[in-house]
């Protein structure tokens, strides 16, 4: 299985300020073939389901505001929040579905200083 | 506008059984694949399992090989769950999600939709 590792386990970060959430998977989820990473970062606000936010590590979903962005390539990887806002403090989880066995890592908590 | 809608979590006794339910609409049920992903309290996310479009295909996380079975009706465009030999390790709330079926590569990935989750407490 691949497993999935994120740092920090959490941040504060003043309003306004830049947030990094860094992401490791124990092998590559680069597929050589079409050249995509198999990486997406998930956002969760106390009680809700988690809302997709960058899919194949760094295509926008509709409707996520452009201050959030992803990079990296084959293990590591990086959530930017570039201008905290009050409404970003949630819990950041990233999932590789590079294998049919599918795996999220532990989250990162982000909270407003 | 797709929904996902989870029911059927409750409080069961250690080594109990549960089925839970995930009814949807708003998208060709028969063209995707389906999953269940949990959650227990104050905790990460886990994926449970996934199914293939026409059932014939299942994948499941370890600690619940042998004791869960993922399964779905195309005639209901539901998934279900159905979870034997409950522990207590897992309590926690499920969720319903949909994975992203991508046309260009011909395969699931990304969870694209949730349901709102149903909690499942296995305790004395």
């Known amino acids: 299985d691949i497993v999935m590792t994120q740092s920090p386990d959490s941040l504060v970060v003043s309003l306004g300020e830049r947030a990094t959430i860094n992401c490791k998977s124990s092998?590559?989820?680069?597929?050589?073939?079409?050249?995509?990473?198999?990486l997406a970062w998930y956002q969760q606000k106390p009680g809700q389901p988690p809302k997709l936010l960058i899919y194949?590590?760094?295509t926008r979903e509709s409707g996520v505001p452009d201050r959030f962005s992803g990079s990296g390539s084959g293990t590591d990887f990086t959530l930017t929040i570039s201008s905290l806002q009050a409404e970003d403090v949630a819990v950041y989880y990233c999932?590789?579905?590079?294998?049919?066995?599918?795996?999220f890592g532990p989250g990162t908590k982000v909270d407003v200083k | 506008e797709v929904h996902l809608v989870e029911s059927g979590g409750g409080l069961v006794q250690p080594g109990g059984s549960l089925r839970l339910s995930c009814a949807t609409s708003?998208?060709?049920?028969?063209?995707?694949?389906m999953s269940w992903v949990r959650q227990a309290p104050g905790k990460g996310l886990e994926w449970v399992a996934n199914t293939k479009e026409d059932g014939s295909e299942t994948f499941y996380v370890d600690s619940v090989k042998g004791r869960f079975t993922i399964s779905r009706d195309s005639t209901k465009n539901s998934v279900y769950l159905q979870m034997n030999s409950l522990r207590v390790e897992d309590t926690a709330v499920y969720y319903c999600?949909?994975?992203?079926?991508?046309?260009?590569?011909?395969?699931?990935?990304?969870?694209?939709?949730w349901g709102q989750g149903t909690l499942v407490t296995v305790s004395s």
């Open positions: 092998q590559s989820v680069l597929y050589n073939s079409n050249n995509k990473n198999y």
């Open positions: 708003g998208f060709t049920f028969r063209d995707h694949w």
């Open positions: 999600a949909r994975p992203h079926y991508d046309v260009v590569i011909g395969r699931k990935t990304y969870f694209d939709y």
């Open positions: 999932q590789q579905y590079y294998s049919p066995l599918f795996t």
């Open positions: 194949w590590a760094s």
